[in-house]
């Protein structure tokens, strides 16, 4: 395989129809559709539909914009899992079509591992522990052997889901993190909410109950504010433990909760006490993209790990622990 080998990326697990042209040392184009539902949360059908509607588009001017010919292009990468299932056979089925028209190999990416893999890509960070923390999943990861160890998860939903489910109860328009994150700023009496650990995982759910059967008698402001404390602290609480236990020096975050200003200085916090060197990506590339995909494509392509065809349907529940890393 050439150095400069450039490989084609598409996401689609939920919200975010994305596509990206990376090789080994730089982004070279991207577009991205992203499905925002008009009303509640996301409907896997509607958002699937979207992504159908929107792919050809999203494709071709990633394509486009790069100003590349096609045979440049040497393979051709999609988020296999986790995710929702009708979303991921969209995708699925246009990667595998592309595939074979371009004659390249193709690459069924695990979701998870590329938001670690192009967070290390772009921070420089080297064996760090992982805080990954988006809609669908909260989970405290480090590498070991050949794999994604899980230190930590959610018990139940993730904690951006819990975030969006709250601010869905006082009919914020979805994703819920952004706003939250403002009212929170506002927010100046504290009120008392559930904190779950259970060793080394956490529990979102029953805050979210708790905060919405209080609506009546506190703020949103200071509902957002204790929320936002409750649910950070307890990432930061087994975040902390991990680094102790895994024995990193570096913390690395991703996911699209990342973006969360609070959640940042809580575990710049630990990490200063800790000496231990705090790793996030610029705020645009915490959240699902194209590029993550295409750049952990390279990575399993380089290690000889294409998916044949007729091995790849998608896997809705994949879980990170589960995919070989043979490149660390
Ligand atoms: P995954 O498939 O990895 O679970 P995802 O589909 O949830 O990914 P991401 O882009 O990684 O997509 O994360 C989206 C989540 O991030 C949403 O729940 C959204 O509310 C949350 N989020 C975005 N910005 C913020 C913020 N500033 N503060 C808190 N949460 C945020
Ligand atoms: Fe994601």
Redesign the pocket.
Known sequence: MKEDAIILGIEG????LSAALVDERKIISEYEKPYLPKEGGIHPRDAAQSHASNIKEVISKTIRKAEIDLDEIKGVAFSIG??MGPCLRTVATASRALSLLLKVPLLGVN??VA?IEFGRWLTGAKNPLVLYV????SQVIAYRDKKYRIYGETLDI?V??A??KFSRFFGLKH????K??ELAKRGKEYVRLPYVVKGMDFSFSGLVTAATSKSKENSLEDLSFSFQENAFSMLTEVTERALSYARRDELLLV???G??LRLREMLETVCEEREVKFFVPDRRYV??NGAMIAYTGLLMLKNGMATPIERSSVKPNFRPDEAEIPWF
């Open positions: 697990t939920a919200w975010n986790p995710g979701h998870c938001h988006s809609g669908a999943n993730g951006g889901n975030i969006d994703p819920g993190g952004p939250v994150e996911g699209g909760v973006a969360n959240g699902d």
